[in-house]
């Protein structure tokens, strides 16, 4: 899988800029703030996802702007796809793969995939379970488009249950259709749950030999997926997940009525992620988290490359100068054997060790570096 091309158009803090990618690394330096990471936020865009960094759509315009444009070349399963993003400050997210437009935003995820790793990622196991249902769901969403389906129709369920619950007193005429949301919710509910257990077994496995590697053998990664306490058995039948999900929201209802609040269901869930058996969150030092964090995108890659036969394109969003020279030259090489993007405020000597296009990152501007 390659960017070849790519062509931004009043996104950020740039106006026009179009950039050839060769297949392997590229390094964007620069100072801060001059749109390397906005380029990269502009490569991940083309997944499907939202954007990690941005809240609302306006912040992706540049100023004035009536909207923005990302185009881009890519090679994937050895075809030629032309994408077309268009983001206008009112209206609908267009968007179209070879000139057909695209019914859902899943539909980029099957042309083109990407893991980013960005210096907020380092602290990914320390962070509160939000993180890390997020983690979860960026990677879904590219894997298999009906997750991003159903989790996207339970996030819109639990939002407008939630304001339901807590209108409750001004509009209690609503309440009679609290029943049917949580139905409906645990439907969606029960295949979130099992996109979710199946694919942190697979990360699990993947995570914990990465992390062997990069610990020297001496430490042994554990990851679990925690969801309703009622699903027995998260990779069971689709039907019996939504059962138990059914039988604890019933058992919650007067809880949630008292609360205001939507006490349970998958947007409650989390990752327990162990260190020789101490959960790393709490315990575990500032070299062990970033080792952890570091096997969680390696793996997440590895899973990509396994389920469609290509890497996916790597994203490193300023995150070496954050870890150690032995954490580097295990990401450096890692990072073999597919197109990686990195971005720094200077070329240090280990990025020099890679057979890298370099290009200097300036004001909006790129070109390429002597």
């Known amino acids: 899988m390659q960017l070849e091309r790519i062509a931004l158009e009043d996104f950020r803090n740039y106006r026009r800029q179009e950039l050839c990618l060769p297949p392997g690394a590229t390094i964007l330096a620069g100072e801060n703030a001059q749109g390397k990471t906005n380029l990269l936020e502009a490569i991940f865009l083309l997944t499907g996802s939202r954007s990690w960094r941005a809240s609302k759509r306006g912040d992706l315009l540049a100023f004035g702007a009536p909207q923005a444009r990302i185009q881009a070349q890519i090679r994937s399963r050895e075809r030629d796809f032309a994408v077309d993003l268009q983001f206008p400050r009112g209206g609908r997210l267009r968007s179209t793969i070879n000139g057909v437009k695209c019914k859902r935003q899943g539909d980029l995820a099957e042309v083109f995939r990407c893991v980013l790793f960005s210096p907020e990622d380092l602290y990914l196991i320390r962070e509160g379970p939000a993180a890390r249902r997020r983690f979860l769901d960026v990677a879904l969403c590219q894997l298999r488009p009906r997750y991003e389906l159903a989790i996207s129709e339970y996030n819109k369920l639990l939002e407008h249950k939630a304001k339901i619950l807590r209108s409750q007193e001004e509009n209690p005429s609503l309440l009679y259709i609290l029943p049917d949301f949580t139905r409906r919710m645990a439907k969606c509910g029960a295949a979130v749950i099992r996109y979710r257990a ?173």
């Open 198 to 370: 199946f694919f942190a077994e697979k990360l699990a496995a993947e995570a914990a030999k990465i992390h062997e590697a990069v610990s020297g053998c001496s430490e042994q990664l554990g990851i679990q997926y925690q969801t309703v306490s009622s699903v027995q058995d998260p990779k069971a039948p689709e039907s019996q997940i939504e059962q138990w999900l059914l039988e604890h929201s019933e058992s919650h209802a007067q809880a949630e009525l008292a609360s205001a609040q939507c006490l349970t269901g998958p947007h409650k869930d989390d990752l327990q992620i162990t260190i020789n058996g101490t959960a790393a969150r709490g315990f575990a030092s500032q070299g062990q988290t970033r080792t952890a964090a570091l096997a969680l995108k390696f793996a997440e890659r590895q899973i990509m490359k396994d389920d469609c036969g290509e890497y996916p394109v790597m994203l490193l969003d300023d995150v070496l100068s954050e870890l150690d020279g032995r954490r580097q030259e295990f990401l450096i090489q890692k990072a073999g054997g597919g197109q990686v993007v990195i971005t720094c405020c200077e070329r240090t000597e280990r990025l020099r060790q890679l057979d890298a296009t370099a290009f200097f990152v300036e004001k909006g501007t790129v070109r390429p570096m002597a």
